[in-house]
């Protein structure tokens, strides 16, 4: 299979940083992806990686190592509106076409 | 459109009526792809369409699921014979293409809430 594996939940702190780490399987990597979704709506798109390195956007960022397996999403300044769940997508094969989800990490930012 | 559009956004069914659930995505996107989300899970991949055809249908969980795309636009995910495993919220989603390597986010519809009683 192509295991995606991100913390199931996290808890963070208002104006602190928090990393969100994904690990998946490598054969076949073709690019990764972090969505947001807040309870009860549909993800929407935060960062995109297929090549190693830091992707910087404002307040996120996502890093990616990909002989490693590995990327994760850090979010600077949290607010609390910052609390919801991250998705890690990973698609894999050119000409697959779709993204496999990690399950998800569940992310609760507290005064 | 502006965004990708799914109707309806709730739908209770009886245990064995068949539903469709439509999907109208953002204009000139020409892949679409169909998941499912039960509560509390991750995003569990059914099929996607490049234009009109579908390359990836290894989602789909039996053969009372079924999906059409027509026109490179509007799509419809049609179960057959729901059964209450069926229940979950079913979310579109479309992205300019899916194939290369560049940045092809998606951008998803507010989905359909499906409860099978």
């Known amino acids: 299979g192509q295991n995606i594996d991100q913390p199931t939940e996290m808890t963070a702190t208002e104006g602190a940083i928090v990393q969100i780490n994904c690990t998946y399987q490598t054969s076949g990597f073709n690019g990764l992806f972090w969505y947001q979704q807040h309870a009860g709506e549909a993800p929407t798109f935060l960062s995109y990686?297929?090549?190693?390195g830091l992707e910087e956007k404002g307040r996120f960022s996502s890093f990616l190592s990909r002989s490693k397996g590995y990327s994760y999403l850090l979010l600077k300044e949290l607010q609390m509106k910052d609390s919801a769940s991250y998705l890690c997508a990973v698609r894999y094969n050119t000409n697959a076409g779709k993204s496999t989800f990690g399950d998800g990490t569940t992310l609760t930012v507290k005064p | 459109g502006a965004g990708v559009s799914q109707s309806p956004s709730n739908k209770v069914t009886e245990k064995g009526k068949d539903v469709e659930l439509r999907c109208d995505p953002i204009s000139g996107h020409t892949a679409l792809y169909w998941y499912r989300q039960s509560l509390g899970q991750g995003l569990e991949f059914l099929i996607y369409f490049q234009g009109n055809s579908a390359p990836d249908k290894s989602g789909l969980p039996s053969d009372r699921f079924s999906a059409e795309r027509t026109g490179g636009s509007v799509s419809t995910l049609t179960i057959q014979r729901t059964q209450q495993e069926d229940s979950a919220v079913y979310l579109c989603?479309?992205?300019?293409?899916?194939?290369?390597?560049?940045?092809?986010?998606?951008?998803f519809g507010s989905g359909t809430r499906l409860t099978v009683v």
């Open positions: 989603a479309s992205s300019l293409a899916a194939q290369g390597l560049a940045n092809y986010g998606y951008t």
């Open positions: 990686n297929v090549l190693d």
